[in-house]
């Protein structure tokens, strides 16, 4: 008994170790620290981590299934690079998840979350208030997180949760507008106010919006020549 103990909890420690590498890694692309295009040293990384090289291998190849590694044969690792193209088509996706769950949550949420969503926007509104975009970027991440969460779905989160991941190659934390967050607050209590009214269709819509609209924002701080590539699309420094 002792010895099948041993080999179910072997793998499940192997796991839960790559795991906790996929994340710190996942982690320094998020925080800069290992930029789009710069060489990922398997080795220097095991080290820092103290770990084994096949485990900081396997979560190098989790994280090129994410899409956020690339692994070039005879050359290593890299942080993928993500173009304007493609970050464009990742926020199409992100509305069509963003239309599921507006309209998930309105059928789903309760009073804890309710309360939860309003005291996030009351606090946003605070940092606004403050001039503070630092504090107001890390509450509207939390608030599209209990958005998200909210929608009971755990595959359609691990699904945002993806396409969230590879944006983050793209966009950077930018400098939130004072405008850009006025704008934004408005959007996120149309959600909210159809949400809790119990309007799913109305909830979806306004969800889907709020991310287009966080599109176009985003396009409209880029150069002359990509809007014309692009000349019916706009982009923010910031998500939306």
């Known amino acids: 008994m002792a010895r099948e103990k041993n080999l179910i909890r072997g793998p499940e420690a192997i796991a839960a170790r790559v795991e906790e590498v996929r994340e710190r890694v996942r982690n320094m ?16 990384l095991a080290q ?11 979560a190098l190849r989790s994280l090129e299934q994410a899409g956020l590694v690339r692994i070039i044969p005879n050359r290593g690792a890299e942080v993928c690079k993500l173009s304007l193209e493609d970050a464009l088509h990742l926020y199409d996706i992100r509305a069509s998840f963003a239309h599921t769950s507006g309209r998930l949550i309105a059928l789903r949420i309760t009073a804890d979350d309710e309360r939860l ?27 599209h997180e209990v958005l ?23 966009l950077r934390k930018g400098v939130f507008t004072l405008a ?34 966080g599109k176009q924002r985003m396009l409209d701080t880029l150069g002359g020549e990509s809007r014309q590539s692009y000349p019916n699309e706009s982009e923010e420094a910031i998500r939306a």
Do not use: C
Not at 32 to 38: F, M, T, V, Y
Not at 52 to 58: L, V
Not at 117 to 142: C, F, G, I, V, W
């Open 48 to 58: 820092e981590l103290q770990i084994g090289r096949a485990t900081a291998r396997e």
């Open 117 to 143: 969503l309003s005291s996030l926007l009351e606090q946003m509104d605070e940092a606004a208030n403050e001039r503070d975009p630092a504090k107001y970027h890390s509450l509207n991440a939390t608030f």
């Open 180 to 213: 850009q967050i006025r704008v934004s607050q408005v959007e996120h209590r149309k959600i909210l106010s159809a949400i809790m009214s119990g309007q799913p269709e109305l909830a979806a819509e306004a969800f889907e919006r709020h991310i287009l609209t």
């Open 148 to 170: 998200m969460q909210t929608t009971k779905n755990p595959r359609l989160v691990a699904l945002n949760h993806a396409v969230e991941d590879e944006l983050k190659l793209y």
């Open 29 to 44: 692309i998020h925080d800069g620290q290992l930029q789009p295009g710069e060489r990922i040293n398997e080795q220097a």
